[in-house]
């Protein structure tokens, strides 16, 4: 049995924060919390800061980092947007696309970030044919968050329409196995490790046609897998929904058996209130992304709305325009701020909870997100001594780590009781800017 022990200065214990707490590991989940502990006790590792439960990235399509910076030229809409990603997706091939994952996922792990869910669309070679391995592109997904030390919930996505009973466009056959049926066969070869688990995700009620919506459910509600969908991200959607169907993207996809609380609708942007009453209702969750949802000219999303009907709330940085949950979480609130000209929507600490907790239950990993006995070893340590932290009274550390903190403040991520940064260096991957560089460039063509 591996054991170690951790002082945390600092811990934020869910409602409050606590000095002094130790906290003992075995085989990566904690074994004992002690409260009262002054200084650490012999032999433990100190975590000066405030200390967190390991940030939970709920909604990441890892190769979209390939276009930060480079989409900011000019103006245009997010169809505009898409193209540019396209042109990306194309040049994917397992090697590159293992390179650019695990420097994007050391990336996170220097955020904090200890588990990511992956919405993985690109499955195939550039004009649909498979790879030797159907899942090669799956695979290398999972051995890049292995290899930058964090968890993985690899969302396969069913993507095999360009819209509404239209077949997939050239830049689009890579994403489609031809049916759910094929794709359902595929995703059963994945297998899950001790880092790694697989889920399911319909791409969009305009990407995968009615019929085959249930094929989808079905296979998540078989294995019990969360089950992810982007939903009504876009007005256009809505529109071309409901000239299809005569019904919103959220009705559909009720009426289909996808709603649930194994379920997660992310964006939920355009929604009507008898949609966030369907969504709510079935305790379907919701993963907001701000960062993105604004760099997208997307819309602010009625998460305060979707929150009181019983849609539990997570956080995901999707395009990676930004990787900060902290940024992710304060946007949220600052966000409906500036719709409803009030403060004060969400306290810190139930942002924080949607960053950790409920972002991990999004993702299938119920036993991640807490400082308690039982819970998997996962933790985030933020400095309150840089000069985005220092001053505030550490007992405010939730309201510092929410509202002044951001990823370059992540001193420690801890993933099973393993550092994985230690004082902000990454102990996997030795030069992650370096390493992200690369990656990139090699997508250039």
């Known amino acids: 049995m591996t054991t170690r022990t951790y002082w945390l200065e600092h811990a934020w214990l869910g409602t409050y924060v606590e000095p002094g707490v130790v906290v003992e590991v075995a085989d990566g989940r904690i074994s004992a919390v002690r409260t009262d502990s002054p200084a650490p006790p012999p032999g433990a590792e100190a975590l000066r800061g405030l200390t967190l439960p390991g940030l939970a990235n ?13 989409v900011q030229v000019g103006s245009g809409t997010f169809w505009t947007w898409r193209e540019v990603m396209y ?4 040049r994917l091939t397992p090697e590159t696309y293992h390179a650019l994952a695990r420097a994007v996922y050391a990336e996170m792990a220097l955020a904090g970030i200890t588990c990511a869910g992956e919405f993985h669309y690109v499955h195939h070679a550039p004009g649909g044919t498979p790879y030797a391995d159907p899942n090669a592109m799956g695979e290398a997904l999972i051995a890049a968050a292995a290899e930058a030390g964090i968890r993985i919930t690899l969302l396969d996505t069913c993507y095999l329409s360009s819209g509404f009973g239209a077949p997939p466009g050239a830049e689009q056959l890579r994403f489609s196995d031809g049916d759910a049926e094929a794709w359902a066969e595929r995703c059963a070869l994945l297998k899950e490790r001790d880092h790694a688990r697989i889920g399911a995700a319909i791409h969009s009620v305009r990407a995968v046609p009615a019929g085959q919506l249930g094929t989808v459910a079905r296979w998540a509600e078989e294995r019990r897998a969360p089950l992810h969908v982007h ?19 959220t009705r559909l996809l009720a009426d289909h058996g996808v709603l649930g609380p194994r379920t997660t609708g992310v964006h939920n942007t355009h ?14 969750g919701t993963c907001m992304c701000p960062t993105t949802e604004r760099d997208l000219a997307d819309g602010i999303g009625p998460a305060v709305a979707l929150q009181r009907a019983g849609s539990p709330l997570s956080l995901g940085s999707d395009s990676h325009a930004v990787i900060d949950l902290l940024e ?69 550390g939730a309201e510092t780590a929410v509202f ?37 460039e090699a997508l250039r063509g």
């Not at 709920?58 to 480079?70: E, K």
């Open 87 to 90: 042109s990306v997706a194309d």
């Open 328 to 396: 992710e979480a304060r946007a949220m609130e600052l966000n409906e701020r500036l719709r409803t000209r009030t403060r004060g929507h969400w306290t810190a600490a139930a942002l924080l909870r949607a960053a950790t907790a409920d972002g991990h239950a999004a993702l299938g990993w119920d036993e991640a997100g807490t400082i308690e006995p039982g819970a998997l070893a996962d933790l985030t340590t933020i400095a309150l001594d840089s000069v985005r932290t220092a001053g505030p009274l550490p007992r405010l």
């Open 404 to 440: 002044a903190a951001g990823a370059a403040d992540v001193r420690h991520t801890v993933v099973g009781g393993r550092h994985v940064v230690r004082d902000g260096a990454h102990t996997l991957v030795p030069d992650v800017p370096q390493a992200l560089a690369a990656a990139v």
């Open 271 to 284: 929604l009507t209130d008898e949609d966030i009453a369907l969504l709510g209702g079935s305790g379907t």
């Open 58 to 70: 709920a909604h990441s399509h890892a190769f979209h980092r390939a276009l930060r910076g480079t």
């Open 231 to 249: 939903l009504s991200e876009q007005t256009a959607e809505n529109d071309a929904c409901l000239a299809a169907h005569g019904r919103t993207p």
